[in-house]
């Protein structure tokens, strides 16, 4: 299973659209996770559009129509009892890893947004991945757009973040 992981992409703005790769690899995907900051909610449709299916959480410039859709956090359920938890804002880079293991207990992954930047995090003591994307579309501080994947093979969950 192929998993097109995006967030942060704070559209529409002006004539910024997603890279043409990064809609590629959406619509090649099994699934596609987004951690929030789309501002509106046609853009969820658009994503919703591309074909696979999509699971997202709001974001802090996320407009009322978003937020009223999608929730704060959520919990996807991969084939094979392999669970990823999705939050927009996952705070201060210290903790982190602990925070979130907290907030989501028994998941084999966490994917967030927020800050723009890239983040691909796991702890060697309990295999506990944490995963920010970045943005396709504002990289801000970042040196490039990103993007993320994973992929699942029975319940081996691997990611990677992409340059577009």
């Known amino acids: 299973m192929r998993i097109a992981i995006v967030s942060d992409t704070h559209l529409p703005k002006g004539s910024r659209a997603l890279p043409d790769s990064c809609v590629a690899r959406c619509r090649a995907a099994d699934l596609i996770l987004h951690a929030g900051d789309f501002i509106r909610l046609a853009v969820l449709h658009e994503l919703e559009a591309l074909g696979p ?21 959520r919990t996807v359920e991969l084939p094979g009892g392999v ?18 293991r907290r907030a989501f207990p028994g998941h084999a992954a966490v994917v967030f947004g927020h800050s723009h930047l890239p ?28 993007m993320g994947e994973a992929v699942l093979e029975g319940r081996d969950l691997t990611f990677v973040i992409i340059e577009l």
């Open 83 to 100: 669970k990823i938890g999705m939050v927009h804002d996952a705070g201060q880079r210290a903790g982190r890893l602990a925070r979130l």
């Open 53 to 73: 299916p999509v699971h997202a959480v709001h974001g802090n410039v996320d407009d009322a129509a978003v937020r009223a859709v999608l929730p704060e956090r």
């Open 119 to 146: 983040l691909h995090e796991r702890d060697p003591a309990d295999g506990l991945t944490i995963f920010n994307p970045g943005s396709p579309t504002e990289r801000r501080r970042a040196p490039a757009h990103t």
